[in-house]
């Protein structure tokens, strides 16, 4: 079974700082894709940041400048630093891992290609 955990979620002011982590137990962990999702409530689930096995990012445009994903293959975590958070940031946080693909294919940010997940960590800025 994989098992995804997430933590580092929580409650902050606009232009504070969070940093997210995603604990897989999954041995497959250092040839996947892995990204972070988020849902706010009344909202679609939206794609934030994929890091692939060799490391290549992709960010939502709505989080560039301000997000960094990251990943500790030894540690099998993946990491979202979070930088001058916004409002509008405020919703619940989901690691996701690909196992099919180790590389990106174009739809890295897009939830269909993911298919195990976390039960997410939530942030609220206010």
């Known amino acids: 079974q994989v098992q995804l955990v997430e933590s580092g979620g929580g409650s902050v002011q606009a232009g504070g700082s969070l940093r997210l982590s995603c604990a897989a137990s999954?041995?497959?962990?250092?040839?996947?894709?892995m990204a972070w999702f988020r849902q706010a409530p009344g909202k679609e689930r939206e794609g934030v940041a994929a890091?692939?096995?060799?490391?290549?990012?992709r960010y939502a445009d709505s989080v560039k400048g301000r997000f960094t994903i990251s990943r500790d293959n030894a540690k099998s975590t993946l990491y979202l630093q979070m930088n001058n958070l916004k409002p509008e940031d405020t919703a619940m946080y989901y690691c996701?891992?690909?196992?099919?693909?180790?590389?990106?294919?174009?739809?890295?940010?897009?939830?269909?290609?993911?298919?195990?997940w976390g039960h997410g960590t939530q942030v609220t800025v206010s």
């Open positions: 996701a891992v690909d196992h099919v693909h180790a590389r990106f294919t174009g739809d890295e940010l897009k939830d269909w290609q993911y298919s195990y």
């Open positions: 999954d041995d497959g962990y250092s040839s996947a894709c």
């Open positions: 890091i692939d096995s060799d490391g290549s990012t």
